[in-house]
């Protein structure tokens, strides 16, 4: 019975420091986020990486196609072979984002619920490195879906498949139905924030992961789900968000910084955040493990012979 009660109060402080630990790393991450701007944007800021340039690009060409272009594949969607429609569903289901939603949210829990009391420093950093990575390409991929959500439900396109009834360039504002929420693609927002935010976090990773996103793009339209400037527009939301929200990071020195020549690139700490992980995951098992005492070498095993 003792020993059960015992086991309940070493559960309950277990309990108590998880609580505090996060509670303390979410109201710090709060507060480091919400305050003023420490660095100021680089006057040679990229032109491709502001947020205002990528959506009027975005927008002009979106425009362009929709009066030239639209109509021609809107007929040829309803051609595309029935054998490959699957897989195009398959790919488009990825544009939903809750595959990366899931794993990154699971990931923050992780990293914010670590007992950081049992913790080296170093690995406290990490955890923390890892909580900030997490949450921003969680509030990437949210954040451009929520966006493009609203925009187009208040634009109000009828979707390819209205092409009949309504035609190409059929608008119904402030409609809020599905049928005339096709100006910009939800789903091409979410992959561009997606393929965005994750190639920030890993660059060496960006030629795969813009690649996939554009997939999805072209996807929404095999399916006939959206038309293609739908799909070029939503895009170009999602990486504004994307780039956006990462300035927003960079000005406050969470996760990113600027280089010479002004871009956008991993901050100092953040270069040894694989390294941290690595250590963190090894360590983790042994969290909470009493290490056994080193046995005590006799005599006659160490080599000496004993006085007689």
């Given at each position: 019975?003792?020993a059960w009660q ?84 398959w790919i488009s ?109 890993f660059p060496r ?104």
């Amino acid at each position: 019975m003792q020993a059960w009660q015992r086991k309940q109060e070493v559960m309950k402080e277990a309990l108590g420091h998880s609580a505090k630990t996060c509670r303390r790393r979410v109201t710090g991450g709060l507060r480091c986020f919400f305050r003023a701007p420490a660095v100021a944007p680089p006057e040679n800021r990229a032109f491709l990486e502001r947020p205002i340039a990528i959506i009027a690009i975005f927008l002009v060409l979106s425009l362009l196609v929709m009066v030239t272009s639209d109509y021609p594949l809107g007929l040829w969607m309803k051609s595309f072979p029935e054998q490959l429609r699957g897989m195009a569903k398959w790919i488009s289901s990825l544009g939903t984002g809750l595959l990366v939603l899931s794993f990154s949210g699971a990931l923050l829990m992780f990293a914010i619920l670590a007992p950081a009391h049992k913790l080296r420093k170093s690995v406290r950093t990490g955890t923390d490195l890892i909580a900030t990575a997490t949450a921003f390409v969680f509030l990437a991929v949210a954040g451009g879906g929520i966006v493009a959500s609203l925009a187009k439900n208040i634009i109000g396109r009828a979707r390819p498949e209205l092409l009949q009834t309504n035609g190409a360039f059929y608008f119904q504002p402030f409609a809020f139905h599905a049928d005339f929420a096709s100006f910009p693609s939800g789903h091409s927002a979410t992959a561009g924030a997606m393929a965005m935010s994750l190639a920030l976090v890993f660059p060496r990773l960006r030629p795969v992961f813009m690649p996939v996103g554009v997939l999805i793009c072209l996807s929404r339209q095999w399916v006939g789900a959206h038309w293609a400037s739908d799909t070029l527009m939503g895009w170009g939301v999602g990486v504004a968000f994307a780039l956006w929200l990462a300035h927003a990071f960079a000005r406050r020195r969470l996760l990113f910084a600027y280089d010479s020549d002004g871009r956008l690139c991993p901050g100092e700490q953040y270069k040894a955040i694989l390294a941290v992980l690595r250590t963190l995951i090894r360590r983790m098992p042994m969290i909470g493990k009493k290490v056994a005492p080193a046995e005590k070498t006799c005599p006659s095993q160490s080599g000496r012979i004993p006085n007689l």
